[in-house]
Antibody
Framework: QLQLQESGPGLVKASETLSLTCSVS??????????WGWIRQPPGQGLEWIGS???????YYNASLKSRVSISVDTSKNQFSLELNSVTAADTAVYYC?????????????WGQGALVTVSS | EIVMTQSPATLSVSPGERATLSCRAS??????LAWYQQKPGQAPRLLIY???TRATGIPARFSGSGSGTEFTLTISSLQSEDFAVYYC??????????FGGGTKVEIK
């Protein structure tokens, strides 16, 4: 059974960098059939896709965040990571990591439990 | 960017009744649409992909239909555990992957 688990600081100061890691167990992150993505959800609001990475290292970002975001993969640890710099209060959200397929199987089929990150002033 | 619009924002339904949720895409997305259910404090759960295929373990009372720009999620007979927020998502043309704003299904 595939499991994803987010980890990282729950409190980040404004203007600093938010860093989260997603640990994957139950399957290899090297699978050519999947992408690995980050989605966030501000309190009481909807879902926003941040970006995704393929095991090869190819990355895809939401243009609204592209100038501040970086996603990387560590296949040796079966992990992928998110960095979001110059954070503000608007970046306070629950951050989810999730897996999605390719082409017609592109839905997010497995999700982590989510990590609440609060940006403080 | 493909914009996904869900309606209504809130749907009040009695247990045992049928619920019909709508999702519209700003341009054709073929059948590359997913539906998710989210309960408070939990991650979203995949219900439907390919517009009409139930994900593993999803009860038959959940069904999806549509293609192109208009999609529907139907819950045939609402159970107590079905009261939640539902999101649609398109994965036809990305980046970006885009979600609708959600429909909250509440107890009438």
């Amino acid at each position: 059974q595939l499991q994803l688990q987010e980890s990282g600081p729950g409190l980040v100061k404004a203007s600093e960098t938010l860093s989260l890691t997603c640990s994957v167990s139950g399957d290899s992150i090297r699978s050519p059939s999947y992408y690995w993505g980050w989605i966030r959800q501000p309190p009481g609001q909807g879902l926003e896709w941040i970006g995704s990475i393929y095991y090869s290292g190819s990355t895809y970002y939401n243009a609204s965040l592209k100038s501040r975001v970086s996603i990387s993969v560590d296949t040796s640890k079966n992990q992928f990571s998110l960095e979001l710099n110059s954070v503000t209060a608007a970046d306070t959200a629950v951050y989810y990591c999730a897996r999605h397929g390719r082409g017609s199987l592109g839905a997010f089929d497995y999700w982590g439990q989510g990590a609440l990150v609060t940006v403080s002033s | 960017e493909i914009v996904m619009t869900q309606s209504p924002a809130t749907l009040s339904v009695s247990p045992g009744e049928r619920a019909t949720l709508s999702c519209r895409a700003s341009q054709s997305i073929s059948s590359n649409l997913a539906w998710y259910q989210q309960k408070p404090g939990q991650a979203p759960r995949l219900l439907i992909y390919g517009a009409s295929t139930r994900a593993t373990g999803i009860p038959a009372r959940f069904s999806g239909s549509g293609s192109g720009t208009e999609f529907t999620l139907t819950i045939s007979s609402l159970q107590s555990e079905d009261f939640a927020v539902y999101y649609c998502e398109q994965y036809n043309d990305w980046p970006p992957l885009t979600f609708g704003g959600g429909t909250k299904v509440e107890i009438k």
